[in-house]
T-cell receptor
Framework: DAGVIQSPRHEVTEMGQEVTLRCKPISGHNSLFWYRQTMMRGLELLIYFNNNVPIDDSGMPEDRFSAKMPNASFSTLKIQPSEPRDSAVYFC????????????FGPGTRLTVL | AQSVSQHNHHVILSEAASLELGCNYSYGGTVNLFWYVQYPGQHLQLLLKYFSGDPLVKGIKGFEAEFIKSKFSFNLRKPSVQWSDTAEYFCAVRRNNAGNMLTFGGGTRLMVKP
């Protein structure tokens, strides 16, 4: 398996622009997680899907952030409008009951908002 | 609320020194425990995990961790570190009623001097 796939790997945008981050979980995994990592705040869970349904979105910082999982093999995290404080590395991870809940992380998307 | 505490935020060691990184959690029920490692510029990778059985868990690259239920701890150890162990280490806990969601500690940055 190719592992968790994220795109783009790097994104540089200007404040106010819409940003869409993409994630393809490992095939067969039924849980998907979006995390944000910054030096100041460390690793934060933003939202968690189980069987394509959002289970816990309490970590989503504000209404500018939204996430969708239209099917088992694809998820997006959207920021609209983006702000400089959104600059971070965004990780997607997936897991399943058969993997004994181990989360497999993608390579991350490094977002810079100017 | 459940929390995961890693009290050492930064650790600096010389090569061949022994390592112990602390991890404590606050949840009183059944838990699964994980240590992840993040090498510079990379994503999180699993080092080891505990689900049941022998509380001393062996992981990759010579790492091990011991689950001490009475102390709510899952400390990570390595008898002799190498320069290549320079990374950030994250402890994570899954509660038995939390689906596949993990709660991560704040991370410990390890620097190994050659």
């Amino acid at each position: 398996d190719a592992g968790v796939i994220q795109s783009p790997r790097h994104e540089v945008t200007e404040m106010g622009q819409e940003v869409t981050l993409r994630c393809k979980p490992i095939s067969g995994h039924n849980s998907l997680f979006w995390y944000r990592q910054t030096m100041m705040r460390g690793l934060e869970l933003l939202i968690y899907f189980n069987n394509n349904v959002p289970i816990d979105d309490s970590g989503m910082p504000e209404d500018r952030f939204s996430a969708k999982m239209p099917n088992a093999s694809f998820s997006t995290l959207k920021i609209q409008p983006s702000e400089p404080r959104d600059s971070a590395v965004y990780f997607c991870a997936s897991s399943s009951g058969t993997s004994l809940n181990e989360q497999f992380f993608g390579p991350g998307t490094r977002l810079t908002v100017l | 609320a459940q929390s995961v505490s890693q009290h050492n935020h930064h650790v600096i060691l010389s090569e061949a020194a022994s390592l112990e990184l602390g991890c404590n959690y606050s949840y009183g029920g059944t838990v699964n425990l994980f240590w992840y490692v993040q090498y510079p510029g990379q994503h999180l990778q699993l080092l080891l995990k505990y689900f049941s059985g022998d509380p001393l868990v062996k992981g990759i690259k010579g790492f091990e961790a011991e689950f001490i239920k009475s102390k709510f701890s899952f400390n990570l150890r390595k008898p002799s570190v190498q320069w290549s162990d320079t990374a950030e280490y994250f402890c994570a806990v899954r509660r038995n009623n939390a689906g596949n969601m993990l709660t991560f500690g704040g991370g410990t940055r390890l620097m190994v001097k050659p």
